[in-house]
């Protein structure tokens, strides 16, 4: 079975930084296009970032660009998303996610991921 597991995260001042892990296994990694998300307390998960299958190319959305960088290691069935100049409000519980039938078009859609690990918190103290 797919089994996505985050960790990395923890208590950092602002201004620091963090590099957080996905670990995949159960399907065939080099197929999927990765993404994060983060979800804030009383706050909608939100799109982070993405990686393509081959990892050549990645998107972010605006709150994170330019700080944030997500990489992966097929070999190594892994994602990182390494997070520097970090804010208070970049404090939320953050996961990563794939689906079966994600696109360039559609990854930055919560709905069109089917499968998500359970996340790993980051809290940043002013």
């Known amino acids: 079975q797919v089994q996505l597991i985050e960790s990395g995260g923890g208590l950092v001042q602002a201004g620091g930084s963090l590099r957080l892990s996905c670990a995949a296994s159960?399907?065939?990694?080099?197929?999927?296009?990765m993404g994060w998300f983060r979800q804030a307390p009383g706050k909608e998960r939100e799109f982070v970032g993405a990686?393509?299958?081959?990892?050549?190319?990645?998107y972010y959305s605006d709150s994170v660009k330019g700080r944030c960088t997500i990489s992966r290691d097929n070999a190594k069935t892994t994602m990182w998303l390494q997070m520097n100049s970090l804010k208070p409000e970049d404090t939320a519980v953050y996961y990563c996610?794939?689906?079966?039938?994600?696109?360039?078009?559609?990854?930055?859609?919560?709905?069109?991921?089917?499968?998500w690990g359970q996340g790993t918190q980051v809290t940043v103290s002013s």
């Open positions: 996610a794939t689906g079966t039938g994600l696109t360039t078009g559609t990854m930055k859609i919560l709905r069109q991921y089917d499968y």
């Open positions: 159960g399907f065939t990694f080099r197929n999927y296009i």
């Open positions: 990686i393509s299958r081959s990892g050549d190319t990645t």
